[in-house]
């Protein structure tokens, strides 16, 4: 794999990865912002996928997974917190 792609690659996992805390970007915007063209990048996040490490909801929307454990603990930790009478 040349450096470029390679690059590519490490940006689109980390950009999915801030994710977590600054909110999710398109894929669009993550892919536009790499140097390589955008056939090209689109190949280098799907072996990304593949390896589960971003997961492709819809076309655009890919979630970083360590953000979908994120959000399953804490929506376990809501369920399990006892409810408030009002």
């Known amino acids: ?3 470029e792609e390679s690059e590519s690659k ?5 950009a999915f990865c801030l994710g977590r805390t600054q909110g ?4 669009k915007e ?3 912002g790499l140097k390589v063209d955008k056939v090209r990048a689109q190949k280098n996040h799907d072996p990304t996928i593949a390896r589960k490490l971003l997961v492709k909801i819809s076309d655009d929307l890919v979630f970083h997974q360590a953000a979908l454990t994120d959000l399953r603990q804490k ?3 809501l369920k ?3 409810r408030r009478s009002t």
């Open 80 to 82: 399990t917190r006892p």
């Open 1 to 3: 794999m040349k450096d």
């Open 75 to 77: 929506i376990v930790a």
């Open 24 to 27: 999710v970007p398109s894929l």
């Open 10 to 14: 490490k940006i689109i996992e980390q």
């Open 30 to 32: 993550v892919l536009a």
